[in-house]
């Protein structure tokens, strides 16, 4: 960092923003500056009334007083316009004149004030003039060019008249101020450096702060805005329909046949080829509209208030859905292979009813799926009668029913570790045995859990027989446990009274149950979510933050929250040593939780290398494949430590069987 704050003061270019920061430093100094120069240059006339003509302070007096009106009008400029990043070279300028105009004062003061008769007022003069250039020092500094031009006029000057002399005395004092002048410049290059070390922090901090939060609203790939935008938007726009009388449309647009280009030539290409069909599909569209990647291959188009009445929505949004299908008539050009790929979407108008974003997307994947029933490329608009894709929806629901009243449920525990495969804890994690289906994933009933409030039921029982596992592990070796908490059980008034009762009941040390709850059940209701939080802290009971990074991270609330740990998602730390992006924010996390004394777990470690790197980077504690997959309870009382050996093979998570 000093190397590259040395090309700065030698005269590279820093970022626009650390250089624009530099100027703000420097004109909030100039009414300090001006209050200093003219009591001093006052104090300077008074001293040599006696011995200097009169009609020469008089006139060096007036030049004082209009470089500071100048100096104090370029100040009121700067405050008052606010300056961006755009125009920091024009008040880079501005600032290097106010320094130079405020020298030449000075260096007029040693050409034409200077007493050459009284060896007394000489050191007095001296005295103020070094005085001013120390001073300098401090206000100046924040641009190293701007105080080097200041020393530089300010003292050579004065030098100058010591060292015409032919007295022995006063050509040392001559040769003492450059000696002086030397040793000012070397303090304000050391001063210099140590602000530039603060601003490049500062914006290094403030960009990665940024990178965060750009993270929970936008897709990584595409750079589109991702679910939780859209949510957001399409919100609004059901609002500001309803207000208007307005109705718009939702396309879910999903590409055909996908998975084959993935499988046949790899995710790079499949890769690329979501990023162009984000470009076209961005390119053809309207500025109000939005498209939004909602992840794989699934791209969701919001048209707000395209029409009055029903008929002429339903006219444009099939012109819409008809112009989208052209789109994909060119082939798509990617890393050599010419592509061929159509898409198949599904069309919903609102506001037609009282149905809630979750519900209008619901619905137009459903119609997006009859589209590719029909044959694929092509669209199809939801209408009330198209519930065969809801109907799986629903066997689902009342299967959990079932489920939780016929022991259907189960427990598995991932282990949580240190570097070396030492246990430290588990996260404990739902499973569904269907006696039909099979092996249930979570990903499939947990949302309709949530929507249909089988969440609470789901969520006791999670609750109680973590805790019924907890005791039993205490017969073993004590384990602290980790359960995931659903926003709507964590927003339930009686949730805290719940959670210590379970806990009391089944007779455990509450520092062993651990609760995660996720940054979106945090912003949901802060003040509420604290307060629950801190009587449950009260309790004995630990919190951390899951999947950190991926909803909407805000630092002010995270310092307020009494969490010992923050989880790092697995989408980040899967690709730390390829992805640049990955790692920074990974490191980044690890710092800001270390800081604020926070633990912190990486989730989805998988190989060495990715163990090496987040242990390099400060991370002491570790959850993944590279240790243990989710085991039944049995299977983790059985566990043999260490479970990192030394020739261990880690084979990649299945899909499937995330969290």
């Known amino acids: 960092m000093k190397e590259r704050n040395r090309e700065q003061v030698s005269g590279g270019a820093a970022e626009p923003d650390i250089r624009l920061g530099q100027v703000r430093l420097f004109f909030d100094s100039i009414p300090f500056s001006i209050q200093a120069i003219l009591l001093t240059s006052f104090l300077l006339a008074y001293l040599i009334w006696e011995v200097t003509s009169h009609r020469a302070i008089l006139g060096w007096l007036s030049l004082v007083s209009l470089v500071s009106l100048v100096r104090l009008w370029q100040y009121r400029q700067f405050t008052r316009k ?86 022995h005395q006063e050509r040392l004092i001559g040769a003492m101020t450059v000696f002086f002048m030397l040793l000012l410049l070397l303090s304000a290059q050391r001063l210099n450096e140590t602000i530039m070390e603060t601003l490049t922090m500062r914006h290094e901090k403030s960009r990665a702060e940024a990178t965060i939060r750009r993270q929970a609203l936008y897709d990584e790939l595409t750079d589109l805005p991702n679910r939780r935008l859209l949510y957001n938007q399409l919100n609004r726009e059901i609002a500001r329909s309803r207000r208007h009388d307005h109705l718009g449309a939702i396309l879910f647009l999903d590409l055909d046949y996908f998975k084959n280009v993935n499988d046949s030539l790899g995710h790079a290409v499949g890769d690329e080829l979501l ?3 984000a470009a076209r599909l961005t390119g053809r569209l309207r500025n109000e509209d939005t498209v939004a990647r909602l992840g794989g291959d699934e791209f969701v188009i919001l048209l707000p208030e395209i029409a009055k009445n029903t008929d002429q929505a339903l006219t444009r949004a099939h012109s819409c859905a008809s112009d989208l299908r052209k789109l994909f008539r060119e082939p798509f050009l990617v890393e050599g292979h010419t592509l061929h790929v159509s898409a198949s979407m599904g069309i919903v108008l ?37 519930q065969e894709a809801l109907e799986a929806r629903l066997k689902i629901q009342r299967g959990l029913r079932r489920a939780l009243s016929e022991d259907q449920l189960e427990l598995y525990y991932q282990p949580q570790v240190d570097r070396h495969g030492r246990i430290l804890g588990a996260e404990a994690l739902v499973r569904w045995h269907h006696p039909r289906l099979g092996l249930v994933s979570p990903a499939e009933f947990i949302p309709i859990a949530e929507e249909t409030g089988l969440i609470y039921q789901l969520g006791d029982w999670v609750l109680e027989t973590a805790c019924r596992h907890i005791r039993q592990l205490n017969e073993h070796s004590p384990l602290a446990i980790s359960i995931n908490i659903s926003p709507k059980q964590f927003r339930e008034p009686a949730f805290v009274e719940r959670v210590k009762e379970v806990v009391e009941k089944s007779d455990i040390d509450p520092g062993l ?128 430590q260490p479970l990192l050996q030394e020739q261990r093979p880690c084979a990649p998570a299945p899909a499937s069987a995330a969290g």
């Open 82 to 167: 606010d300056p961006t990043v755009e125009q920091v070279a024009h008040w880079w300028n501005q600032a290097l004149l106010s320094a130079t105009l405020s020298a030449i004062t000075w260096a007029a003061a040693s050409l034409f004030l200077f007493p050459p008769e009284s060896l007394l007022h000489q050191l007095l003069f001296t005295f103020l003039v070094a005085g001013i250039a120390a001073g300098a020092v401090t206000t100046l500094s924040s641009i190293f060019p701007a105080i080097l031009l200041f020393l530089l006029v300010d003292l050579l000057p004065l030098s100058w008249r010591f060292m015409m002399s032919d007295n």
């Open 275 to 277: 990023k162009q069909v």
């Open 350 to 386: 609102f506001p037609l009813d009282e149905s809630t974003p979750g519900d209008l997307l619901q619905q137009a994947d459903v119609a997006m799926y009859r589209a590719k029933d029909e044959g694929r490329d092509g669209f199809c608009l939801f209408h009330p009668g198209m």
């Open 513 to 640: 149950l651990h609760l995660e709850i996720t940054e979106g059940t945090v912003l949901d209701n802060v003040e509420q979510t604290i307060a629950h939080m801190e009587s449950l802290k009260e309790f004995g009971i630990g919190f951390s933050i899951d999947d950190f990074g991926t909803g909407y991270s805000s630092l002010a609330y995270l310092k307020r929250l009494p969490i010992e740990a923050l989880k790092i998602d697995r989408s980040f730390v899967l690709d730390v040593i390829d992805d640049r992006n990955d790692a920074v924010l990974v490191e980044t996390i690890i710092v800001m939780a270390r800081h604020l004394g926070l633990e912190v777990i990486a989730e989805g470690v998988e190989t060495r290398e990715v163990l090496s790197f987040l242990a390099q980077k400060g991370c002491r504690k570790f959850q993944g494949y590279l240790f243990s997959r989710p085991v039944p309870f049995a299977e983790l009382i059985a566990l043999e």
